[in-house]
């Protein structure tokens, strides 16, 4: 028997942070790189959220909070949930963890047991599986194709519990696909959801601000309240207000699961900063402004990548309603060979092609369960983003 744990021999160091560290590097080698693989908002967190954290250091908020966050921040939670989600929660509903990955991690780590089944539509987050497995799960994938919009479709969840099914995992709208669920669509999920009262629901809305054509975002439990007592909420403010790096997700839900979501992380991080809390605040409360100007440009930027890459009839691509990534598929070019002769088998060995040839870093497919696709983010110059297309479509030729 070796030293590490079998929990740890099954899992993966993240894949998107692992191709954004390799780009980096490269980019310090002097490389010129374009990188497409980032998950993170290229803006800067707004000066007044910045001025919150600085004049909290300075007020000597530096000491430890209560672990579920402080009351000032679940304040400010509860009423954006009020505001912005039309749901309901109390102080003790309520938890904030180092980013909605720690929120997500606690929920799973406390609800899991050997052999429970957690359903993860695919494509998924990178991170899903990986954390149910280090829960000691078993991720069961349901496969949600581009014919379906990459989205759920109900009679293949219903197949898809069994009486061991603990949760299923909802992310609208998507990474890595930007798919996002209409009422109806959240209604046609429920319905199934309400035949199985022991399957409880975890809603990933991470992305709900960034969201293009005037949509609308809603979240399964603004359509179906009775599912409530089963339900649990999760959002951060690392993509919507541009803080990835101050680390504070929360979530809102049934106070017997946040409890113990609340036990586990009193004995672990204990909370997240201080320093962060303050300035989460300010974000939750005063953003309106900073939302609806990204919106817009995120749009543009969208609509520039995707009509270069449709252009190209090597690939199909997916028009993202929300997120700031887009998932194409590359399958036409499998097999094709390259210059030197040696052949694309998969789409590892394409976005490999991508990185050397072109000089653009994009994730692979495979890393969220669904080849042979690979997905681009947004989140970068319109400059950045036409010269990227060019070079990933001028590379994608040279392929015979
Ligand atoms: N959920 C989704 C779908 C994400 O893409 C991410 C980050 O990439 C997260 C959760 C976690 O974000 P954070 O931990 O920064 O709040």
Known sequence: MGFFSQRISKIQPSVTMSISAKAKSLKEEGKNIINFSAGEPDFDTPENIKNSGIQA?????TKYTPVNGTKELRNAIINKFKKENNLHFSHDEITVGCGGKQVIYNALLASIDKEDEIIIPSPYWVSYPDIALIAEGEPKVLEC??????KINPQDLEKCITNKTKWLILNSPSNPTGAMYNDLELMNIAKILLKHPHVWILSDDLYEHIVFDDLKFKNILQIENSLKERTLIVNGVSKAYAMTGWRLGYAGGPKKLINQINKIQSQSTTHTSSISQAAAIEALNNSEEF???NKKVYQERRDIVFSKLKNFDGFDVFLPQGSFYIYVCCNNLMNKKKEDGTLINNDIEFSDYL????????????AFGCSNYFRTSFATSKSNLEKGCDKIIEASKKLK
């Open 355 to 366: 990185l050397d040839e072109a000089g653009v870093a994009v994730v692979p497919g495979e």
């Open 57 to 61: 250091i300075k007020d000597g908020q």
């Open 145 to 150: 194709s581009l014919e379906n919009n990459f």
């Open 291 to 293: 939302i609806n100007k």
